[in-house]
């Protein structure tokens, strides 16, 4: 090991530099804690022993120096050597920052030892070091990895630039802001047929890794884009050659699919709802969910509650279902529990009343617009862009 020996006395050096190259160290010489700084910016070396009296610069101030301005990016171990007898001196070195003290007339076994503490502490500095870059790299390396995951979430929420309903005169927007890279609520609405909408709102309880590869399986399992047949609907021989499933069915079976014997906490609450894009007729079931809102062009609204238990709660539960007419102006709000149970810095929940209010005031600015206010109310309510919670909310309008 490379040790730097800051001392005015020659025949200290001397007797220091014989020392340590009997024990296999390479030694460097400093006259000063003035030249000791020096060479401590300019080389890699970690071990110093000091003597404490020295002109321009103190073993003392060296101590401190090397402590609070130097940024070093590496740890220096620093032994004093002493005449000073008093336990204050030996105090006020330690609060400069030395390792570890020698008094003048020295032990050679002594200072070998205490030499040997040193090493021992730098390399488990070194240890220390190497383990904290490791887990950084994997801290990097794991964050790039929920980036990726959260993008693929994203990616399975509907995309409001494109509105297939819209020559029907149907349009959507949601908000998604979950609690963390990954979240448990998702959300979607999707083309069953020509003529008919299916939309939902899914709250997967816990948050994390978890409930986020729960809704990623829900919205496969929901998806009936394109054409394809599941469990939203089925292909028939005979007009309209597609049969759709009654909401309440759908949650009826997806419940049932959805039991798990070791995990009684493996649930999730919902709303599904089938749209007739050429009527407004809309049928909702709903989970274990909170009520969906009905909100009329005049700003009044209504509770579309369902009632319902959780899916993968209990087995073969049957659901209810709320028919409503969307006439022109109506919008349908569904929404998961993180908007209404929002806390703020007093631990004051938002409330169902607070989100109504902000319906009613922003219920007739565009759609962007309207979930926009939400979401910085929230903000501001939360002192935060921060929640505890996942925060989703899907908007469906008919504007003609």
């Known amino acids: 090991m490379k040790i730097l020996i800051a001392d005015d006395s020659e025949d200290m050096q001397m007797l220091l530099t ?12 400093a006259q000063n804690g003035a030249e000791a700084l020096h060479i401590l910016e300019e080389t890699d070396i970690q071990f110093v022993i000091s003597d404490w009296s020295m002109p321009l610069i103190s073993g003392e101030e060296l101590c401190r120096t090397v402590r609070e301005k130097m940024d070093l990016k590496r740890y220096i171990y620093i032994i004093l050597l002493t005449a000073k007898q008093e ?9 400069a920052g030395a390792d570890d003290f020698i008094r003048k007339p020295f032990n050679k076994e002594e200072l070998r030892v205490r030499i040997r503490a040193g090493e021992r502490t730098l390399q488990m500095e ?5 383990q904290n870059n490791q ?29 297939p309903f819209a020559n029907a005169g149907y349009r959507f927007d949601w ?50 884009a394109n054409g394809q047949t599941g469990l939203l609907k089925d292909d ?3 007009a309209p050659h597609c049969f759709i499933r009654p909401a309440a069915e759908v949650l009826y079976e997806l419940n049932n699919l959805s039991q798990n014997e070791t995990d009684a906490m493996h649930y999730f609450t919902m709303i599904y ?7 407004g007729h809309t049928v909702i079931s709903q989970a274990g969910h909170p009520a969906a809102i009905l909100l009329h062009s005049d700003t009044s609204m209504e509770m579309m509650d369902a009632g319902g238990v959780p899916v ?3 087995e073969g539960m049957t659901y209810d279902e709320s028919t409503f007419m969307l006439t022109s102006g109506d919008r349908i709000i569904l929404y998961t529990d993180g908007v209404t149970e929002c806390e703020n810095v007093l631990g004051e929940q938002f409330t169902l009343e607070r989100f109504q209010v902000l319906l009613r005031e922003h219920g007739q600015k565009p759609l962007n617009d309207m979930i926009a206010a939400i979401r910085q109310a929230l903000v501001v309510w939360r002192g935060s862009t921060g929640f505890d919670d996942d925060v989703s909310i899907l908007v469906i309008e008919r504007f003609s």
């Not at 014989?18 to 010489?29: D, E, F, K, N, P």
């Not at 887990?135 to 509105?163: G, H, M, S, T």
């Open 236 to 238: 028939i021989s005979y």
């Open 87 to 95: 336990k204050q001196d030996l105090v006020t070195g330690m609060e």
């Open 175 to 224: 908000l998604y802001t979950p609690a963390a890279f990954l979240g448990g609520d998702t959300c979607n609405i999707l083309r069953l047929d020509k003529t008919h909408a299916g939309f939902y709102m899914i709250d997967v309880a816990g948050h994390g890794i978890p409930a986020a590869l729960k809704t990623v399986m829900l919205s496969q399992t929901l998806s009936a």
């Open 273 to 279: 709802g089938v749209l007739d894009v050429e009527t």
């Open 135 to 163: 887990l950084k790299e994997a801290q990097a390396a794991l964050r790039d990895d929920l980036e990726a995951a959260a993008q693929v979430q994203r990616n399975l929420l509907p995309n409001p630039k494109e509105q």
């Open 126 to 130: 070194k240890m220390l070091a190497e």
């Open 312 to 314: 993968g709660m209990l």
């Open 18 to 29: 014989q020392y340590l190259r009997q024990w296999g160290h390479t030694v460097v010489i």
